[in-house]
């Protein structure tokens, strides 16, 4: 008992000084930094040699004690990864931060030579007893010769012959070890007085050169160079002070036993840079690091004892690979026929994993339509193939990981091994392909608001052209004519209940926990951040194409809406209030209209661009000669959308609320199945006439546009299948999409059966992709660019379309304008048609063109022509119209005014929580929040406050005058 408490002693004050040396040299206290000698200086110098030999020391007793074998070398192997990989989890938990190589080198600590002084001590001691064989045969001054080569070379001419470096490697921890292991096996004689004084000499030499060598850098180099010469592991000096230190306690070893979980530990802490750096950090004093020493090493050997404990009484692993007393290279050998089996028993779920990661590895590359890795503006240096693989591999193998969680569930259910693999292909690969087809469409992947418009999925499989529902068919019955062959003719063996249940209840968990992915202080959010998690919600391709199709859908379940706002508070909205009520009081002075007596409809025409905007394309005749000429008489512009290729809704929700998407959360990627279903109560420009009307000829089903008019308070909602029937449903050629003209045919019918005012929100589809050879006009429009012969077939057939939009307002500004009463159209494209070979993030892009035009009662009646208006943002809308037709505001339509006449148009799809928005005057200029001047900027403060209240806040302004 004395000698095991005596031999505890020994190891902890060891530590202590190894542990205090390394924690000063992380801190990195002020006299390290300065080119200066200092007492300090002076007595780190020592410290440092001192505790690189106790590391050396702490190795020769390793060797000297321990006796290895297969059981001792695995179990004590096994048991350190644990405690290695638990205090990664328990850094992590208490620092929230590491970086993906850190978790590499917890994981794969022999690939990535993480703890490489604890590895090398297990191999020399599992080679004891042949190393011991082997040193039998040659004299102790040969022994201690072949040592010396070693060490007392590279230190004699201070050049790394034999690559040991600083020595925290496996290499001298081995040379270490196995020479403790050659003095339990020679017989070491006493000491005399001759050798005794030697050793102590030699001690002396050590302490000098640790005491002089800074003096000596400074003097030779004129710095701090070479100071720490002698203090290192691989020193000759320091090697031969912990032989010396060695030889003089020889006796008190005798028979005795180290805390090797301990010791162990000690040296996998030496070795971790990690540990080190996550528990120092900051200034403090030397006597409190010498305190945070003391604690670091007591922590090390509780976990030891703890260890210790549990491999004593665990007899799992003894069981389970046969360990025993034999050395650890006859125990390899006598198991190898075992591991051959079990690899060949579980070849086919080997497989599996191989496609599994294959499929992870092609859910990256095929989120890249041009293969070409994630980049915005200018060219990609690499391919998507290369950059997965060599730069993404982390998130290859999550993907992996929830693919096979998938696997694991369906496996929980059906405990047949072929029917869950092969289900589990076929559905990862269904949806990979989906993502790739809506990416190369719309520049996005599949979303969770998407998945969950369930009553939309026949629509949406309406547009999948024929041939491919069929091929898909075709390739399900294969699948399940495979699955039912396998399982008869190659069955795999049933795991139990309690397998089941676990892979179960852990799939659902981690799928479960991506409803915390974007809390604050989330501590999977927090690991997925470090583990090289890069949701880039304002660029969804991207975040797909750096974090894989699955993932990035799960990135997106989690959502916040707005940021909180520091300044927000019941008293500041009272503020804001009050403010604006007096700028409608000024406003409406000179207005004389009401909204109520005024038509107005908002007409979002799907994918409406003139493709000759674009740098890219030249085309043969104008596709919008009539639109073109009428957006020079009246109010006119390009607007900023917020998507390419589609995104139709937000661009609505902005039109009718004037709330831009910039200022959300970049997670919101859906506003209507986002924003509105998550408020108690919204505020439309609908609000403000006793009649309201949405018309789409098409489903009702998308965006969940039923709950939305319906919370929105539109009376009716007319679509296609509605209990209020579309009358007009015509189509042009073969288009399956009503016709613009049958469109305004029914808002004329609306119009003329009601005699006031009113609101009409019409949606069209006739320009929805596919772009088919639908038209017989598609020759005219000729397309002339540097692109492929089926873009340019793209782009022919959608000019031919958008041509029948052209003579369809052309006939229905003529309609309006023999009506006797004041009607205003209001026309703009959502977005472009993901048909181009473009950098989608530039401006031209992400315009799309738009006009507000008053019939002749109208102008008649007060109603005029807005200038500077070249580009606006959807959120413009309210009050432009409201500023052409002459009508009178509410204190929120005040301040959109404001907004829109002393704000540059917002870039609504610069996604940034409202943080430094950006936006686009009306000479198409980039403008940065940081340029605007003070009072601009108090103003986007305001609108941004506005609607963090009504949308994510307490919505104080509904109990106020605000809206009225």
Not at 464 to 493: D, F, H, N, Y
Not at 625 to 644: A, C, N, P, Q, V
Not at 661 to 670: K, R, W
Request: include cysteine; proline fraction near 3%; charge should be positive.
């Amino acid at each position: 008992m004395f000698q095991k408490i005596r031999n505890n002693i020994i190891v902890y004050l060891l530590s202590v000084v190894a542990v205090y040396s390394l924690v000063l040299k992380q801190a990195n206290p002020n006299f390290l930094q300065n080119n200066e000698l200092s007492v300090r200086l002076f007595a780190y110098g020592v410290l440092n040699n001192f505790g690189n030999v106790a590391v050396a020391l702490l190795l020769i007793l390793m060797g000297y004690c321990i006796k290895g074998n297969a059981k001792w070398v695995v179990k004590k192997y096994f048991y350190i990864y644990i405690l290695n990989v638990l205090t990664f989890v328990g850094l992590f938990l208490w620092s929230r931060s590491f970086v993906i190589s850190d978790l590499y080198n917890a994981l794969l600590p022999l690939l990535r030579n993480t703890y490489p002084l604890a590895v090398g001590a297990i191999l020399a001691i599992a080679v004891k007893p042949s190393i011991e064989k082997l040193l039998a045969r040659y004299s102790l001054t040969r022994i201690l010769v072949f040592y010396g080569i070693f060490f007392v070379l590279p230190t004699l001419f201070d050049k790394d012959i034999f690559g040991l470096e600083n020595g925290n490697n496996i290499l001298t921890a081995f040379l270490l070890t196995t020479l403790g292991a050659m003095f339990s096996a020679k017989k070491i004689p006493n000491l005399g007085i001759k050798k005794l004084i030697g050793v102590w000499g030699l001690l002396l030499v050590n302490l000098i050169l640790a005491l002089t060598m800074p003096y000596v850098s400074l003097k030779v180099h004129a710095d701090l160079s070479t100071i720490y010469r002698f203090d290192v592991l691989t020193s000759a000096t320091v090697v031969g002070t912990a032989i010396a230190v060695f030889l003089l306690m020889k006796k008190l070893m005798v028979n005795a036993k180290l805390p090797e979980y301990s010791s162990l530990l000690l040296l996998v802490f030496v070795s971790n840079t990690f540990i080190i750096s996550k528990l120092i950090s900051g200034e403090a004093l030397l006597r409190v690091w010498l305190f945070r020493s003391v604690e670091i090493v007591a922590v090390i050997f509780i976990l030891g004892l703890l260890a210790a404990s549990i491999d004593s009484r665990d007899y799992a692993l003894e069981r389970k690979w046969r360990l025993s007393e034999l050395p650890l290279v006859d125990w390899l050998k006598s198991i190898k026929h075992d591991f051959f089996s079990y690899i060949l028993e579980s070849k086919y779920r080997i497989i599996n994993i191989v496609i599994l990661y294959i499929l992870a590895y092609c859910s990256i590359i095929f989120m890249s339509p041009n293969f070409s890795a994630p980049h915005i503006g200018g060219k990609a240096t690499m391919t998507i193939f290369s950059y997965a693989f060599f730069r993404r591999q982390q998130m290859i193998w999550l993907n992996l990981l929830l693919f096979y969680l998938i696997y694991r569930l369906l496996l929980g259910v059906t405990n047949r091994f072929w029917v869950s693999s092969i289900f589990s292909y076929a559905l990862i690969g269904v949806v990979i392909v989906a993502d790739a087809i809506k990416i190369y469409y719309r520049s996005e992947p599949i979303l969770p608001t998407e998945v969950t418009m369930t009553s939309a999925y026949g629509e949406i499989l309406g547009m999948v052209p024929e041939s491919i529902l069929w091929i898909a068919l075709v390739g399900i019955l294969i699948l399940v004519g495979i699955m039912i062959t396998c399982e008869r003719k190659v069955p795999q063996k049933k795991i139990g209940g309690i397998p089941r249940i676990i892979g179960i209840v852990v799939a659902i968990s981690i799928f479960g926990s991506s409803t915390k992915f974007n809390h604050t202080n989330s501590v999977v959010g927090d690991f997925l951040e470090s583990y090289g998690n890069y949701p880039t919600f304002e660029n969804q391709e991207q975040g797909a194409q750096q974090n894989g199709a699955l993932q990035q859908f799960l990135n997106n379940i989690d959502v916040t809406i707005m940021k909180p706002e520091s300044s927000y508070s019941k008293k500041k909205m009272a503020k804001i209030e009050a403010k604006y009520t007096k700028v409608a009081q000024k406003i409406n002075r000179k207005r004389h209209n009401k909204w109520a007596d005024q038509t107005i409809i908002f007409n979002l025409s799907e994918s409406l661009s003139n493709p000759n905007h674009l740098d890219e394309v030249t085309l043969s005749k104008n596709p919008l000669s009539f639109i073109d000429e009428l957006k020079t008489k009246t109010t006119s512009g390009m607007m900023i959308s917020s998507g390419y290729g589609g995104g139709t809704a937000n661009m609505e929700y902005m039109a009718l609320t004037g709330f831009p998407m910039s200022n959300f959360s970049p997670t919101i990627a859906t506003a209507y199945t986002q924003v509105v279903s998550s408020s108690r109560k919204s505020i439309t420009v609908n609000d403000y006439f006793a009649k309201s009307i949405a018309i789409h000829p098409y489903s009702g089903a998308f965006y969940s546009r039923k709950s939305v008019y319906q919370e929105f308070g539109f009376q009716k909602f007319m679509y296609l299948g509605s209990e209020d029937k579309i009358k007009y449903q015509s189509k042009i050629g073969s288009n399956p999409y009503v016709s613009d003209e049958a469109s305004y045919n029914n808002v004329l019918d609306l119009i003329n059966d009601y005699r006031k005012g009113q609101f009409i929100n019409l949606v069209t589809m006739q320009n929805h992709l596919p772009y088919a050879n639908y038209y017989d006009n598609v020759d005219e429009y000729q397309v002339e660019g540097s692109m492929d012969d089926s873009e340019k077939n793209n782009i022919s057939s959608y000019s031919a379309g958008i041509s029948y939009t052209d003579k369809a307002v052309e006939k229905f500004i003529k309609q309006i304008n023999q009506i006797n009463k004041p009607i205003t159209l209001v026309l703009y494209g959502d977005h472009l048609p993901g048909i181009y070979t473009i950098d989608t993030n530039k401006l031209e892009a992400r315009t799309t063109d738009y006009f507000i035009y008053s019939n002749k009662y109208a102008r008649a009646h007060g109603a005029r022509k807005l200038s500077k208006v070249r580009y606006i943002s959807p959120n413009d809308f309210i009050a432009l119209t409201a500023k052409q037709v002459n009508a009178k505001v509410s204190a929120y339509y005040a301040l959109l005014t404001k907004v829109q006449e002393e704000l540059p148009a917002m870039k609504v799809y610069a996604y940034k929580n409202g943080k430094n928005p950006v936006f686009v005057n009306n000479e198409g200029k980039i403008v940065k929040y940081r340029d605007l001047s003070k009072k601009q900027k108090e103003l986007y403060n305001d609108l941004k406050l506005v609607q963090y209240d009504l949308t994510a806040g307490k919505q104080y302004l509904f109990k106020t005058n605000f809206f009225k």
